[in-house]
């Protein structure tokens, strides 16, 4: 049996309806000039009322099993990463198993803000590597449509639906290099939304104060992130003793343009090895990575042999990364 253990398969999920930054002009007092200087986002996708987050999952999650050549009943556990899940249990995992007939597997969701893909797809690593299980779906999804204020400008022009997955397996090529995991408690104020949980439960009250909408300190969340990303890529440059000019792609969380473009200034990266999509998408939270990932694997760009680091940041406030040599 192989050591090794990567990414099997891949695939993403977007909902058809777009919201360009056009339309945006006529909901709120806004320009397309204006988010695109700000933030380098022209688009987001937006899922359909009747359209859920494990509906996304599992579009993703069958692209997925589609590339590693595997049966739903192939997958041994699944682990879902989202901040916006159908209800507050069951988990989104278990209905995405529903839906995928995938009744072998165990199932749990967990939540790491916009770092969710990163923390899944390591604990997905570690499953694999104790022999607990032999495949794991791991899925990043979100209808953060649902949580923004659309009366805010701040926010609103930020975030967009969507969804990736991948299968974990071992590998005969390839396969995960390096892994790092972090979070900062005493900032979780910086990014949070208040109520519909034990500490606020929705009422009257919480609804017409608008507390089931994101709320974000956007000034810190930028400085923690260009910072958090430069440690990342040092450190795990370090440990994997691979030197960050060799590194291929780097595909970091897809937040705003001009973090991705600090952070990598900083490190002196050339910037056509940051694998950016929020263009089209915006920040779509745990499903970003993944999304940005799958494209560039299925537009070519991304070839087997290529190292890759994966970025994430968010609430909690959390971080994490893995370097991985792409083996499909």
Partial sequence: MTNKIGILGIGSYLPEKVL????LELMVDTSDEWIKERTGISYRRI????????????EASKEALKMANLKPEDIDLIIGATVTPDMLFPSTA???????????????????GCTGFIYALICAHEFVKSGMYKNVLVFGA???????DWEDRNTCVLFGDGAGACVVGRVNE?????KIL?????????????????????????????????????REVFKFAVSIIEEMVIKMSNQSGCQIEKIDYFVPHQANIRIIDSAFKRLRVPFDKVIV??????????????VALDEAVRTGKIKKGDKIMLLGFGAGLTWGGVLIEWGV
């Avoid at 979100?142 to 923004?148: D, F, Q």
């Avoid at 999509?277 to 993944?290: F, Q, T, V």
């Fill in 20 to 23: 360009s930054n056009i339309d």
């Fill in 47 to 58: 899922a359909e009322k009747d359209v859920s987050t494990s509906d996304l999952a599992y």
């Fill in 94 to 112: 278990c209905l995405v198993q529903k839906k995928l007939n995938a009744f072998n597997a165990a199932c749990f969701d967990l939540s790491a």
């Fill in 142 to 148: 979100e209808t953060l449509s649902r949580i923004v």
């Fill in 174 to 178: 390839g396969g995960v290099i390096s």
């Fill in 182 to 218: 972090g979070a900062d408690g005493t900032k979780s104020d910086l990014l949070y939304l208040p109520a519909g949980g034990s500490r606020e439960p929705a009422s009257f009250e919480t609804v017409k104060e608008k507390k089931h909408f994101i709320r974000m300190n956007g």
């Fill in 277 to 290: 999509n929020l263009d089209k998408y915006g920040n779509m939270s745990a499903a970003s990575i993944p």
